[in-house]
């Protein structure tokens, strides 16, 4: 191959990365992913934390989880299309015991950030003093939903400053990918919490990749999450309490509450926290690739993997993507069937008796290489680029040339032929 070639090639492989780091950006900025993710996230996640313990446990004091799962109280359920008329009873968490909590809380507010969430809908008797201390309360904010219209589902107390969303995407009906901010002005639970405790300012980006901004910082929007804290952390490596059991330390031998004993107890536990009140048993529970993990620890990942800037856009990635996908493109285009290089000659026999062999193994081969790539990414990282996407991508490529390459042989043995046959007949 010439050096003029050699030039034109490397060119041609590098304008190709561009295409493949965009395509790459743009897989990652979709809340959905492809089948093989799943799969491939598990693997090389369990693999680094489980396997070869890699991880890095966030701080176990930084956190609190407060369970609300035992405590349950009955309300009226009115008939939807019958106003008044009362068809039964409903199970809510006590909120009565919420308002006993924020009672002793706002005394000395010494957390450093507070979530409830817990789905608030409904009425009750207590709705009225639980909203005057959820606005009263600082950095305290209230988790609300969307509904399947994608229209926000607030609760029916006055407390709209105070709320944030804590919707968890499915992907295959797991938890699998994050997506920080919503319908391009609703910013998720987790993203408040890090702009509150960090002082970081979150800016909207208008890239079709979905590309938003910390202090600058480009970030993607949408990313799969990296679980530091699961299901067996709770209550062991980070501290739990039941609301009741909690409340009734608090109290006196009368069973009134006595703020003396709070503060050594209750407000003892949430200094300089992050406090998460919610149901970590029975209710808000999701599949994860690492099992059943409840709600609030899901969102306590997503805030995590922002500090640990998972789904930060940095220069490093950039070029270690953008030199893989050059020395990809440039072994394909040198050759006229590239992924056939690493087959044996004894393989070779074996797929000319099978033509579909060709195919099919092309995609597994490029499959199994951008799958590496991933993992590797993982690794250094903390950020899964995907494989099935750019391994088609590529692929077509390949066939392509492939297929024109092939053209062009059988057009020169033509004319070979005809050449050396008219040479004949002179």
């Known amino acids: 191959m010439s050096f003029k070639k050699k030039i034109i090639i490397g060119i041609a492989s590098f304008i190709n990365a561009i295409i493949m780091l965009l395509i790459t950006f743009w897989f990652l900025s979709i809340p959905q992913a492809l089948p093989d993710e799943y799969l491939l996230v598990q693997a090389s996640a369990v693999t680094k934390n489980l396997i070869f313990g890699l991880e890095k446990k966030p701080d176990s004091t930084r956190f609190l989880f407060i369970n609300v799962s035992k405590d349950k109280a009955l309300i009226d359920l009115e008939d939807p299309d019958v106003p008044g008329y009362v068809v039964g009873n409903e199970a809510i968490t006590d909120r009565a015991k919420l308002v006993k909590l924020l009672e002793i809380l706002i005394q000395k507010p010494n957390h450093k950030f507070m979530v409830f969430d817990i789905d608030l809908k409904g009425k009750s008797e207590s709705d009225s003093a639980l909203a005057a201390l959820i606005n009263k309360m600082p950095n305290l904010h209230v988790s609300y939903h ?81 679980y530091r804290i699961r299901r067996p952390d709770y209550g062991t490596r980070y501290p739990k309490i039941y609301l009741g059991e909690s409340l009734k330390l608090c109290e006196d031998s009368t069973g009134q509450m006595n703020i003396e004993t709070a503060e050594t107890s209750l407000l003892k536990l ?67 069937y590239a992924w056939k290089y690493y087959f044996t000659k004894k393989m070779k026999r074996w797929k000319e008796e099978n033509p579909k062999v060709e195919m099919y193994g092309g995609i597994a081969f490029y499959v199994l290489l951008f799958s590496s790539v991933s993992i590797i990414s993982y690794f250094i990282y903390d950020l899964h680029v995907g494989g099935l996407g750019l391994a088609f991508y590529i692929f077509i490529i390949d066939y392509l040339k492939t297929q024109v390459n092939r053209f062009i042989e059988k057009r020169n043995i033509k004319t070979y032929v005809k050449d050396e046959y008219m040479g004949k007949d002179r």
Do not use: C
């Not at 609760?155 to 990918?177: G, N, R």
């Open 146 to 226: 969307r509904d399947d219209k994608d229209k926000p589902d607030y609760p029916e107390m006055p407390i709209k400053k105070k709320l944030t969303l804590s919707d968890i995407e499915k992907v295959w009906k797991q938890a699998l990918k994050f997506q920080l901010f919503f319908n391009d002005s609703i910013k998720s639970t987790p993203l408040v919490m890090y702009e509150t405790v960090h002082k970081k300012k979150f800016k909207k980006g208008y890239s079709p990749l979905g590309i938003h901004y910390i202090d600058k910082q480009p970030i993607f929007n949408n990313f799969i999450l990296d």
């Open 270 to 336: 949430t200094k300089d926290r992050i406090i998460f009140v919610g149901d970590f048993e029975d209710r808000d529970i999701h599949d994860t690739i690492y099992g059943e993990i409840p709600g609030p620890i899901i969102l306590i990942n997503a805030f995590l993997a922002l500090e640990y800037g998972d789904n930060k856009i940095v220069l490093t990635l950039i070029l270690f993507l953008v030199s893989v996908y050059t020395t990809i493109s440039y072994f394909i285009l040198s050759r006229k």
